[in-house]
């Protein structure tokens, strides 16, 4: 049946426009004024934004991290960010044993007949050779045109710089952006090892042992190998001020270089680490200062910073304790592995539910950033450089019907029992949220309805992503 929502404000990336969406099948047909269609099911979005369904670019679901893995798994990842009007992921291949094919081919089970949004998936290049190098030119017949290198974690997924050069090198002959983790892999080797000595072990140190100095240089470097390699590259999860600084000097010396940050980089600080239940807070790259903040802010707000993402890796807070999570008893072990040394507490947060609506009330309410910017950051530029732009990321004639209808006065008690990760925390607990999804459709189906979840296991698609743009 054809859908028809009506009297609403169309919310792009471009501009604002009181226009009807008639959705045929899995696709929008038309996008304009006074629409009307006998036969079609209408949803009255009087008074709501209308919005695209977002897109979270970084996301690990299933990530096996010391001892356990994120607690997120395709279904609920799927659910908790359709919740939050995101009905687009990406997630990580790790490079483990045999070709970067083989790696594909075991992950993408994962999220087949599992999947409750649709997905895609980059390819994390950690194990450098002549023969990975070669078979990069796999990656884009399987519709995998992004990968991921660390400078960080040494012994496990740190490359050299060397091999990063020659990584973004053959990437970008084959139409492949790098995307890169920019910490100072020695620096932090060095500072744990002392830190620990000296028995310091609170989650703080977590921080204190990844200085803030090592991701300006290490981003520098990052753009600096990528205008050696003639290849764009994408500067992930963005904390620092000073990493905002090496963006805009990238780009305005014509490097092909773009970045993110995510939503725990804009509203906590390292002074949260240092709370009595601090490991919630506990990711890496960990979280920053004030004046960090400020940077950030400034790169959203000036255009900077192209994407705002998440970095969604969820653990419990307490894994012995089991939450009813839809009609099962779930435990996961979790961030209490780590009690007593911030070295063994699984890292990373649950955000991709979060993001939309903590960012719409602290960005677009709060005037910093405008609704059209916040279609830009939240979908239309996720779009565009990850190759999935314009059936992702907008609201055209053709594109998929994966639409958020936001509902801009509706005040929400935010929390744990409100998003619907699976997991026992959430960062923004009791935060009073202005704006929340209503409805979300996802190519056309309804899965979310007046706020309740409605979709299924096994609806999303994988998305063989095009070669992406630089924006
Ligand atoms: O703490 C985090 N973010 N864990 C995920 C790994 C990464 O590098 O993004
Ligand atoms: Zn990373
Ligand atoms: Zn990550």
Request: glycine share 10%.
């Amino acid at each position: 049946m054809r859908k028809l929502i009506k009297n609403g404000t169309i919310v792009s990336a471009e501009n604002s426009l009181k226009a009807d969406i008639l959705i045929e099948g899995e696709t929008i047909a038309r996008v304009e004024p006074g629409l009307s269609c006998p036969d079609a099911e209408v949803i009255d979005a009087a008074g709501m934004v209308v919005l695209p369904g977002g897109i979270d670019p970084h996301v690990h679901i299933n990530l096996p991290m010391m001892g356990t893995r994120s607690s997120d798994d395709y279904y609920t990842a799927g659910k908790a960010a359709a919740i939050g009007g995101t009905t687009c992921l990406i997630d990580f291949v790790a490079q483990d044993e045999g070709s970067l094919s083989e790696n594909i081919s075991r992950k993408l089970p994962e999220a087949r007949g599992t999947a409750s949004v649709d997905y895609g998936l980059h390819m994390n290049i950690t194990r450098f050779s002549s023969q990975v190098l070669e078979e990069l030119a796999d990656l884009p017949g399987q519709g995998i045109t992004s990968i991921k290198v660390f400078t960080a974690y040494n012994n496990r997924l740190r490359l050299g710089d060397g091999e990063i050069f020659q990584t973004m090198r053959a990437a970008a002959r084959l139409g492949l952006l790098t995307l890169v983790h920019a910490e100072n892999g020695d620096v932090i080797e060095v500072l744990t090892a002392e830190a620990l000595e000296q028995g310091r072990t609170s989650p703080v140190w977590h921080a204190r042992t990844r200085p803030a100095w090592g991701e300006v240089e290490a981003s520098l470097r990052a753009v600096a190998l990528a205008a050696q390699a003639e290849a764009p590259v994408y500067l992930v999860h963005m904390n620092v001020a000073g990493e905002v600084d090496q963006l805009a000097y990238g780009r305005a010396h014509g490097v092909r270089v773009m970045g993110e940050t995510c939503p725990q980089y804009l509203f906590f600080t390292e002074q949260d680490l240092e709370r009595p239940d601090g490991t919630k807070w506990l990711c890496s790259p960990p979280l920053r200062s004030p004046a960090d903040q400020q940077g950030l802010w400034q790169g959203l707000e000036n255009g900077t910073i192209q994407v705002l993402a998440t970095d969604h890796c969820p653990f419990f807070y307490d894994g012995t304790k089991a939450i009813a999570y839809e009609d099962e008893l779930v435990a996961l072990p979790g961030k209490e592995l780590g009690r007593g040394c911030f070295t063994r507490v699984p890292n990373g947060v649950p955000g991709v539910g979060d993001r939309l609506p903590v960012f719409w009330t602290h960005a677009v309410r709060s005037g910093r950033i405008t609704p059209n910017q916040f279609a830009a950051l939240t979908a239309a530029n996720p779009a565009r450089i990850f190759g999935l732009y314009p059936k992702k990321g907008c609201l055209k004639p053709g594109s998929d019907a994966d639409i958020a209808i936001w509902d801009p006065e509706m005040r929400v008690n935010y929390g744990v029992g409100t998003a619907k990760h699976r997991t026992d925390y959430n960062l923004y607990e009791g935060w009073q949220l202005t704006g929340f999804p209503r409805q979300v459709f996802l190519r056309g189906e309804w899965i979310v309805r007046d706020g309740e979840w409605r979709g299924r296991a096994g609806m999303g698609q994988f998305l063989r992503r095009q070669r992406g743009e630089v924006i």
